[in-house]
């Protein structure tokens, strides 16, 4: 469980308890609810983590909403769209192994996360993990209930596939940029599951081609 849940949780067992002491016990059972809808929605379940070459994991349980090409500072991209509602888990996990390139916190509006502008127009953290020659890009976008977005790296850090980098509180979106070239495995209307679901497959380099870029990184 992520650590919120037992902040939240054990607010309201104390808020129960003192309502009960106070009044009479029925006024504490909204209050017990409410701690145990917390501690339900803070789950961090684990996952098995896909191995496959060039695999790419969803960041976030939810329902895929869109699959399609955007341009993306002028380069075509395949853009993944996932929508967490309030009812899935809601820690969120790097989609490849790699080093995070950079991670940018744009202020915005708390438009409904399944609205067509809420991708620019909504508060959001934009993350750049770069591995085995690849780059991807997944933002943390906020929607009307989400008013916190936690992102628990910063930039240089290592991640591995898979790996919890962070959550965002109470229904919102993730949105994944592809290469034009990865296969895409997911469409509209399929279930996903941080972490283990595989959203698309990037073309592997050759074992000597990949050693060589990682030396060019290096100088």
């Not at 067992?13 to 059972?29: E, H, N, Q, S």
């Not at 090409?69 to 395949?78: D, E, L, Q, S, T």
């Not at 959001?124 to 906020?142: C, D, H, L």
Request: one cysteine or more; hydrophobic letters at 45%; glycine letters at 10%.
């Amino acid at each position: 469980m992520v650590r919120d849940g037992y902040f939240y949780g054990l607010s309201c067992a104390a808020g129960a308890a003192a309502l009960a002491w106070l009044t009479a016990w029925p006024y504490a059972v909204p209050v017990l609810l409410l701690g145990a809808f917390f501690l339900w929605f803070f789950r961090d379940p684990e996952r098995m983590i896909p191995q496959a070459a060039g695999a790419v994991v969803s960041p976030a349980d939810g329902k895929v909403t869109d699959v399609s090409i955007v341009n993306a500072g002028g380069i075509p991209r395949n853009r993944i769209s996932i929508f967490l509602s309030v009812f899935d888990v809601h820690v969120n996990r790097s989609p490849i192994a790699g080093v995070i390139r950079d991670v940018r916190y744009q202020r915005g509006k708390f438009l409904n996360a399944m609205g067509a502008h809420s991708a620019e127009q909504n508060e959001q953290n934009i993350v750049t993990v770069e591995g085995e020659g690849r780059t991807v890009v997944f933002k943390q976008i906020a929607g009307l209930l989400a008013r916190r977005i936690v992102f628990e790296r910063k930039v240089g850090d290592h991640v591995e596939r898979g790996e919890r980098i962070g959550l965002i509180k109470f229904g919102s979106r993730v949105d994944v940029l592809l290469d034009r070239d990865a296969t895409v495995q997911v469409k509209p209307g399929d279930r996903v599951k941080g972490g283990a679901s595989v959203l698309a497959l990037l073309p592997v380099a050759p074992v000597g081609e990949a050693v060589l870029s990682g030396q060019r990184e290096a100088h």
